[in-house]
């Protein structure tokens, strides 16, 4: 395979296992990476590079078999690369010059041998390699996505939705083009570097020096050139990430930024970032694709250098013709090798790093871990006790100080306080979403610290304050509550939740699509299906926190009989700042800063005249 | 994607030298096999030591030379690129700017974002790539097969049975792999979304314990993706092997008959073997750009999205002549107005008139859905009118400058979005040259300044983003201070104290009462307590107003008002009513 120094080979190579990443360009979540970015952009750097490798290397599994095959298909497939310019140098130096026609009859047979085992080989080799990095992905997607099923809230809490997208898709991708690239270029370019060295070290002694004179060339613009691109590529991922975070904030809240009229400003502010990142754009730009010539003008060199000397040689007869076309080839082979080596290593280091940010989570401990050998909860009266309970999210800032309650099966506790006075506090520590500092919290005399954590949550209805709803079917949002229920059972509970009618109003009724910020629906409407859902679920235990703020009155009243209905002879806790939807409860706690500062029905409240009784007729007190 | 080329225009020198310079770059690279032929014919063959060394100079300075060019298109081409990138990102931020909410309705704003940045960022690339080496490859080839033909034209014959099929097979294989990669796009939105919903709805994901259900509906995606994405790298993958083995077996095409016509003397041996890197270099090019159509082909899924963007056009524009007259009394005028969302087929509002006076507050009752948001939104012109007129002090809404009436008119949204950056900051967002003493004031009447000042850096606190260390009713009060300080003429609260608690809603009512006195104010509330003293009530229901008066009237009058009113209180209130 004689060639010419063409930078034409050079991106994307010709060699086998270079696939070109499909796809994977992420959605919201991983900001894209720079123009040219791989391999270039430094990113964090390994902090374990070769446990984090063991660990891959572990994760490879079953596929590790493969992976030997793979190398070893790719050795063949190197050697005979090497193979074909050997050949055709043979070619002109022992059959065309001494006109040997069974000579070059035989070579040409050979030559297409060797030519087609190479293509099935490289064809072969990407073929095992792309199934053993796409599978090797697939599980540990998989494994990371189920970890963040069992992770804590308040991992959540630290983090944000970007970061952690960021990390199931780009970090993993860049595993998986690893996988499937760097390994394999690695070792045929480490193959190929070898191979052609002692090929040429046969043919020719002196024309292997010759060669050799442009490699420190190589390896120190190489080097410089690296330094440099690596600065100014830092500086152009810190301003990209700099303009997407601005352009992710401005256009969520772009409703916001019109209603206050900041079109221009914000428009004025982007421009500011984007000059910015074109300034370093440009000049990392510039820094890597001067990488291109580089190389291509020191092949070149190298060319006229062996076409010279070489040339000189022979004509001293120190070498043959076919040595110089053998030796053109193999400069070039030679070459790519050193500049391909360089480039993977960054490759490599930010897919180690990447797989660093995944293993990071894999690593993080399961919220349900603790529960091995605990009880498991089934038939639940609903008898509900806080003992003490002391609780804060930020250590030294509590926000429920000594907390003690309790409910009796079936009764219904309503929780009434300030904004931020510890109510809904109350709901994540019942539901164990977060732990508690010192006291105790039991379910029909159980702590729930002892009982399974999904034990418990399955005997839970739960309608949170926002009421999120997934892009799927109404009828598939509300199943959610109880994924065995008909479609007839659906229907019935949202006729309960008085959601029926408005669905059947909209064109596709049941079956209509929702989208995952669920613009198509009211604010009111959306908390109607997620009722709809707990009502589905028939737990035990009920939770409604601010489950009606966004229904109007009379369709919460019509909801309310539906809860009458639903919460008689199950223990309930109600949040809600309307007084209306909690005068009947059987116990009236109000919060506020923390603590249970009053406590009673609602008669009893008001005749004590205390902070209960100034919200109930601040609500009234004009009317009539 | 051809309709972006006019953001290459004034970069058009740029856009120029590269692919010139490369063609210098090119030019030179070719000349280096037929020197090198030269030394061999001329040097070796001749023993003519002279010639070797010249010639081999020779190759070294235009290696040289080419290396300019090479510099030179780099140079050029990150220009263009980088600035036709810097200029389509900062059009389309600005289009989206312009968006109605109309617009905004119609492409969801995690969309908007993945345009702003992933699709420009390819677009960009392709623009780079297409200057650097779209260019370079045809012009290699042709270059070479020149270079072929003239050295040998009857060896080139072979290259003209060879072309075709590699044309062949490259077409093949993009018309195979292109639909391949539009659904690898599908299938990972799958995973994205499953993933996206997951870290958003993780509460209820867990209170109902449906792990095992997530994990399985992300295995689903996950698997089809993989799926999927298997094919189409396999696919790809053959690309590689198939141009190599055409490439090479052309190459032992040549030696074979270029071995013949060297025995026939009919062709010297340097030139064979200048021959056959003028072919490598044919072939090797022409596949470069089927790996690079193949590229351009994903780019234009991009543009495509880009344009979409561009292309919408904001239906509620001024119109020529539009009055700057200030809004001076902030008198409200509905006259006969009805609205139909683009989407749907009913129409959200029906033949709604009243007047709202200069300093009075209008309240909107009704059920969920009724139409409440609609109406406010039509004010500002959120949304124009299907039907009717609204007038502000007897304009027609669509007659004002928009910069002008919207200026006048502060409004909370029923959804309260918070900035990241400080509390100070976001209360500011709406008049940023406010003073300290403002924000306090206005704060202090939203009932904000008091956890404000509780926080650690009171004022300078910064919030995460979408103010996610607040509650809900701290968010919703911060919303109102935002909209006080630009003491609007109008004022629209759009059920913005759902999540705030009674005693501290009547506080802001109170302290709104006294702060926009002269103000219009329109106020949607779930509540007959936050109404009843509004200076008319308006009863919604289905998009129509169905009872309009004080709540002292509509008590004795409307059923349905009392019917609101019952679900409220209870009817032991209503009887000693």
Same mark, same amino acid.
């Not at chain 1, 428009?267 to 421009?271: I, V």
């Not at chain 1, 926190?545 to 309310?560: K, L, N, Y």
């Not at chain 2, 096999?33 to 070796?44: C, E, F, Q, W, Y």
């Given at each position: 395979?004689?060639?010419q120094p063409?930078?034409?080979?050079?991106?994307?190579?010709?060699?086998?296992g270079?696939i070109?990443?499909?796809?994977?360009?992420?959605g919201?979540?991983?900001?894209?990476?720079?123009?040219?970015?791989?391999?270039?952009?430094?990113k964090?750097?390994?902090?374990?590079?070769s446990?984090?490798?063991?660990?891959?290397?572990?994760y490879l599994?079953?596929?590790?078999?493969s992976?030997?095959?793979?190398l070893?298909?790719?050795a063949?497939?190197?050697? &005979?690369s090497?193979?074909?310019?050997y050949?055709?140098?043979?070619?002109?130096?022992?059959?065309?010059?001494?006109?040997?026609y069974?000579?070059l009859?035989?070579?040409?047979c050979s030559?297409?041998?060797?030519?087609l085992?190479?293509?099935?080989m490289?064809?072969?080799?990407?073929?095992?390699?792309?199934?053993?990095?796409?599978?090797?992905v697939?599980e540990?997607?998989k494994?990371?996505?189920?970890r963040?099923?069992?992770?804590?809230?308040p991992?959540?809490?630290?983090?944000?939705?970007?970061e952690?997208?960021?990390? =199931?898709?780009?970090d993993?991708?860049?595993?998986?083009?690893t996988?499937n690239?760097?390994?394999?270029?690695?070792?045929s370019?480490?193959?190929?570097?070898?191979?052609? &060295?002692?090929?040429?070290?046969? &043919?020719?002694?002196?024309?292997?020096?010759?060669?050799?004179?442009?490699?420190?060339?190589?390896?120190?613009l190489?080097?410089?050139?690296?330094?440099?691109?690596?600065?100014y590529?830092?500086?152009?991922q810190?301003?990209?990430?700099?303009?997407?975070?601005?352009?992710?904030?401005?256009?969520?809240g772009?409703?916001?930024?019109?209603?206050?009229?900041?079109?221009?400003?914000a428009?004025?502010?982007?421009?500011v970032?984007?000059?910015?990142?074109?300034?370093?754009?440009?000049?990392a /730009?510039?820094?890597?694709?001067?990488?291109?010539?580089?190389?291509?003008?020191?092949?070149?060199?190298?060319?006229?250098?062996?076409?010279?000397?070489?040339?000189?040689?022979?004509?001293?007869?120190?070498?043959?013709?076919?040595?110089?076309?053998s030796?053109?080839?193999y400069?070039?082979?030679?070459?790519?090798?050193?500049n391909?080596l360089?480039? /993977?290593?960054?490759?490599?280091q930010?897919?180690?790093a990447?797989?660093e940010?995944?293993?990071?989570?894999?690593? =993080?401990?399961?919220?349900?871990?603790?529960?091995?050998g605990l009880?498991a909860l089934?038939?639940?009266?609903g008898?509900?006790?806080?003992?003490?309970?002391?609780f804060s999210?930020k250590?030294g800032v509590?926000?429920?100080?000594?907390?003690?309650?309790t409910?009796?099966?079936g009764e219904?506790?309503?929780?009434?306080?300030p904004t931020?006075?510890?109510?809904?506090?109350i709901?994540?520590l019942l539901?164990?979403?977060?732990e508690i500092?010192?006291?105790e919290?039991t379910?029909?005399?159980?702590?729930?610290?002892?009982?399974?954590?999904?034990?418990?949550?399955?005997?839970?209805?739960?309608?949170?304050?926002?009421?999120?709803l997934?892009?799927?079917?109404?009828?598939e949002?509300?199943?959610?509550?109880?994924?065995?229920?008909?479609?007839?059972?659906?229907e019935?509970?949202?006729?309960?939740a008085?959601?029926?009618?408005?669905i059947?109003?909209?064109?596709e009724?049941?079956?209509?699509q929702?989208?995952?910020?669920?613009?198509?629906l009211?604010?009111?409407?959306?908390?109607l299906?997620?009722?709809?859902?707990?009502?589905?679920?028939?737990p035990?235990?009920?939770?409604?926190?601010?489950?009606?703020?966004?229904?109007?009155?009379?369709?919460?009243?019509?909801?309310?009989?539906?809860?009458?209905v639903?919460?008689k002879?199950?223990t309930?806790?109600?949040?809600?700042?309307?007084?209306?939807?909690?005068?009947?409860?059987?116990q009236i &706690?109000?919060?506020?800063?923390g603590?249970?500062i009053?406590?009673?029905t609602?008669?009893?409240?008001?005749?004590?005249?205390?902070?209960y009784?100034?919200?109930y007729?601040?609500q009234?007190k004009?009317?009539? | 994607m +051809?309709?972006?080329?006019?953001?290459?225009?004034?970069? +058009?020198?740029?856009?120029?030298?590269a692919?010139?310079?490369?063609?210098?770059?090119?030019?030179?690279?070719?000349?280096q096999?037929?020197?090198?032929?030269?030394? %061999?014919?001329?040097?070796?063959l001749?023993?003519?030591?002279?010639?070797?060394?010249?010639?081999?100079?020779?190759?070294?300075? %235009?290696a040289?030379?080419?290396?300019?060019?090479?510099?030179?298109?780099?140079?050029y081409?990150? %220009?263009?690129?980088q600035?036709?990138?810097?200029?389509?990102?900062?059009?389309?931020f600005?289009?989206v700017?312009s968006?109605?909410f109309r617009n905004?309705?119609?492409?969801?704003?995690?969309?908007? #974002?993945?345009?702003?940045?992933?699709?420009?960022?390819q677009?960009?690339?392709?623009?780079?790539?297409t200057?650097r080496?779209?260019i370079?490859?045809?012009?290699?080839?042709?270059g070479?097969? #020149?270079?072929?033909?003239?050295?040998?034209?009857?060896?080139?014959?072979?290259?003209a049975v060879?072309?075709?099929?590699l044309?062949l097979?490259?077409y093949?294989? #993009?018309?195979?792999?292109?639909?391949?990669?539009?659904?690898?796009?599908?299938k990972?939105?799958?995973?994205?979304?499953?993933?996206q919903?997951?870290?958003?709805?993780?509460?209820?994901?867990?209170?109902?314990?449906?792990?095992?259900?997530?994990?399985?509906?992300?295995?689903t995606a996950?698997?089809?993706?993989?799926a999927?994405?298997?094919?189409a790298?396999?696919?790809?993958?053959?690309?590689?092997?198939?141009?190599?083995?055409?490439?090479?077996?052309?190459?032992?095409?040549?030696? +074979?008959?270029?071995?013949?016509?060297? +025995?026939?003397?009919?062709?010297?041996?340097?030139?064979?073997?200048?021959?056959?890197?003028?072919v490598t270099?044919?072939l090797?090019s022409?596949?470069?750009?089927?790996m690079?159509l193949?590229?351009?082909?994903?780019?234009?899924?991009?543009?495509?999205?880009?344009?979409?963007?561009?292309?919408?056009?904001?239906?509620?524009?001024d119109?020529p002549?539009?009055?700057?007259a200030?809004?001076?009394?902030?008198?409200?005028?509905?006259d006969?107005?009805?609205?139909?969302?683009?989407s749907?087929?009913?129409?959200?509002?029906?033949?709604?008139?009243?007047?709202a006076e200069?300093?009075?507050?209008?309240?909107?009752?009704?059920?969920?859905?009724?139409?409440?948001?609609?109406l406010?939104?039509?004010?500002p012109?959120?949304?124009?009118?299907t039907?009717?007129?609204?007038?502000?002090?007897g304009?027609?809404v669509?007659?004002?400058?928009?910069?002008?009436l919207?200026?006048? #008119?502060?409004?909370?949204?029923?959804?309260?979005?918070?900035?990241?950056?400080?509390?100070?900051?976001? %209360?500011?967002f709406?008049?940023?040259?406010?003073?300290d003493?403002?924000?306090?004031a206005v704060?202090?009447a939203a009932?904000?300044?008091?956890f404000?000042?509780?926080?650690?850096?009171?004022y300078?606190?910064?919030?995460?983003q979408?103010?996610?260390?607040?509650s809900?009713?701290?968010?919703?009060?911060?919303?109102?201070?935002?909209?006080l300080?630009?003491r609007?003429?109008i004022l629209?609260?759009?059920?913005?104290?759902?999540?705030?608690?009674?005693?501290?809603?009547?506080?802001i009512?109170?302290?709104?009462?006294?702060?926009?006195?002269t103000?219009?104010?329109?106020l949607?509330?779930?509540?007959?307590?936050?109404?009843l003293?509004?200076?008319?009530?308006?009863?919604?229901?289905e998009g129509r107003?169905?009872?309009?008066?004080?709540?002292?009237e509509l008590?004795?009058?409307?059923a349905v008002?009392?019917d609101?009113?019952?679900?409220?209180?209870?009817?032991?209130?209503v009887?000693?009513?």
């Open positions: 395979m004689a060639e063409s930078r034409a080979a050079e991106p994307g190579g010709m060699r086998g270079n070109p990443p499909i796809g994977m360009q992420m919201m979540g991983g900001g894209p990476g720079g123009p040219g970015a791989r391999g270039m952009a430094p964090v750097r390994a902090k374990n590079t446990l984090t490798l063991r660990r891959i290397w572990g599994g079953r596929q590790r078999a992976l030997v095959y793979v070893i298909l790719t063949i497939s190197s050697l &005979l090497l193979a074909g310019p050949l055709i140098g043979t070619a002109i130096d022992k059959y065309i010059i001494p006109k040997d069974n000579g009859v035989w070579l040409s030559l297409v041998a060797v030519y085992l190479g293509a099935l490289t064809w072969y080799q990407s073929y095992v390699i792309i199934g053993v990095s796409q599978r090797t697939r540990l997607r494994d990371l996505f189920a963040l099923q069992l992770l804590p809230l991992f959540f809490d630290g983090k944000t939705h970007g952690l997208m960021s990390r =199931t898709t780009n993993i991708e860049n595993v998986s083009n996988l690239q760097s390994v394999t270029q690695l070792l370019s480490v193959l190929t570097f070898v191979g052609a &060295l002692v090929l040429m070290l046969m &043919l020719d002694v002196w024309m292997t020096v010759v060669s050799l004179i442009t490699i420190p060339l190589v390896m120190l190489t080097g410089q050139i690296a330094k440099r691109t690596r600065k590529f830092t500086a152009q810190q301003q990209l990430g700099e303009l997407n975070g601005f352009i992710q904030e401005t256009v969520s772009q409703k916001v930024v019109k209603v206050f009229r900041r079109e221009a400003k428009a004025e502010e982007f421009d970032i984007n000059r910015k990142l074109n300034e370093v754009g440009i000049k /730009q510039i820094f890597s694709g001067t990488v291109g010539p580089a190389m291509n003008v020191i092949n070149n060199i190298n060319f006229a250098v062996i076409a010279a000397v070489g040339g000189w040689l022979a004509f001293n007869g120190l070498t043959s013709i076919g040595i110089i076309v030796f053109l080839n400069s070039k082979q030679f070459g790519r090798p050193i391909e360089a480039n /993977q290593f960054n490759v490599i930010s897919a180690v990447g797989a940010r995944v293993f990071e989570i894999l690593d =993080t401990a399961s919220e349900y871990e603790e529960n091995k009880k089934t038939e639940v009266k008898e509900v006790r806080l003992r003490g309970v002391t999210y250590q509590p926000v429920l100080k000594n907390v003690t309650l409910a009796k099966p219904t506790i309503a929780l009434v306080g931020g006075a510890g109510k809904t506090t709901v994540n539901t164990r979403f977060y500092d010192s006291g919290i379910v029909d005399g159980e702590n729930v610290r002892e009982l399974e954590k999904n034990s418990l949550r399955s005997q839970l209805g739960i309608v949170l304050q926002d009421a999120y997934f892009s799927d079917t109404i009828r949002n509300i199943r959610y509550g109880r994924l065995d229920a008909t479609d007839a059972e659906i019935a509970a949202a006729r309960l008085n959601a029926d009618a408005f059947r109003r909209l064109p009724g049941y079956g209509t929702l989208s995952a910020e669920g613009a198509n009211s604010q009111g409407q959306r908390q299906i997620t009722i709809a859902r707990a009502i589905l679920a028939d035990a235990i009920l939770i409604l926190d601010e489950a009606t703020s966004s229904v109007d009155t009379r369709t919460e009243m019509h909801i309310q009989e539906a809860m009458n639903l919460m002879g199950r309930s806790f109600v949040i809600a700042h309307r007084l209306s939807t909690i005068r009947e409860a059987d &706690l109000v919060i506020d800063g603590e249970i009053e406590r009673g609602h008669e009893e409240l008001l005749a004590e005249q205390g902070f009784y100034h919200l007729t601040s009234f004009r009317v009539g | +051809w309709k972006l080329r006019g953001y290459l225009k004034p970069y +058009w020198k740029a856009s120029l030298l692919p010139l310079c490369m063609l210098l770059e090119v030019y030179m690279d070719l000349l096999p037929k020197l090198m032929a030269s030394i %061999i014919n001329n040097g070796v001749t023993r003519n030591l002279q010639h070797i060394q010249s010639t081999g100079l020779a190759m070294i300075g %235009i040289l030379v080419g290396l300019l060019g090479g510099i030179g298109c780099t140079i081409s990150s %220009i263009a690129s600035c036709f990138g810097t200029d389509l990102r900062r059009d389309l600005s289009k700017q968006f109605s905004l309705d119609h492409i969801p704003a995690g969309s908007l #974002i993945t345009r702003l940045t992933n699709d420009i960022v677009l960009q690339n392709m623009v780079q790539m200057l080496t779209l370079r490859s045809p012009f290699l080839a042709i070479s097969l #020149i270079m072929a033909v003239t050295i040998s034209p009857k060896l080139a014959v072979v290259l060879v072309l075709p099929v044309f097979v490259l093949l294989l #993009i018309r195979f792999a292109f639909p391949l990669f539009s659904k690898v796009q599908n990972l939105d799958q995973v994205n979304t499953v993933l919903e997951n870290l958003t709805g993780i509460r209820v994901v867990k209170a109902f314990v449906r792990a095992r259900f997530e994990n399985k509906r992300f295995d996950n698997n089809d993706y993989t999927i994405a298997l094919k790298s396999r696919v790809v993958a053959i690309n590689m092997p198939i141009m190599m083995l055409i490439l090479n077996l052309s190459i032992v095409a040549v030696l +074979w008959f270029g071995g013949h016509q060297v +025995w026939e003397s009919s062709l010297p041996v340097g030139d064979l073997v200048a021959f056959i890197n003028y270099q044919v090797m022409f596949s470069m750009v089927g690079i193949m590229n351009v082909s994903r780019a234009k899924v991009s543009a495509d999205r880009v344009n979409e963007v561009m292309s919408t056009e904001s239906e509620i524009k119109r002549h539009a009055s700057e200030a809004i001076s009394q902030g008198r409200v005028t509905f006969q107005v009805s609205f139909r969302y683009p749907q087929q009913d129409l959200a509002l029906r033949d709604i008139s009243f007047t200069p300093g009075q507050t209008v309240a909107i009752l009704g059920a969920t859905g009724s139409g409440k948001s609609t406010v939104n039509l004010i012109r959120l949304y124009d009118t039907k009717g007129h609204i007038r502000i002090d304009t027609d669509r007659d004002m400058a928009l910069q002008h919207r200026t006048c #008119i502060g409004m909370v949204l029923q959804e309260s979005f918070l900035f990241t950056g400080s509390i100070r900051d976001n %209360i500011r709406g008049k940023p040259e406010a003073t003493e403002e924000v306090e704060a202090k009932q904000a300044h008091d404000i000042m509780k926080m650690p850096d009171g300078n606190t910064r919030l995460g979408r103010g996610i260390n607040l809900g009713g701290q968010k919703q009060r911060l919303s109102i201070a935002r909209a300080l630009v609007p003429a629209i609260l759009d059920d913005s104290t759902s999540a705030v608690d009674l005693g501290t809603e009547s506080r009512q109170q302290a709104l009462r006294e702060l926009m006195r103000s219009t104010c329109f949607i509330a779930q509540r007959i307590s936050s109404v003293d509004a200076d008319k009530i308006l009863v919604i229901d107003i169905v009872a309009e008066g004080t709540h002292a008590y004795r009058h409307s008002y009392q609101i009113y019952r679900s409220q209180l209870g009817k032991e209130e009887a000693h009513g």
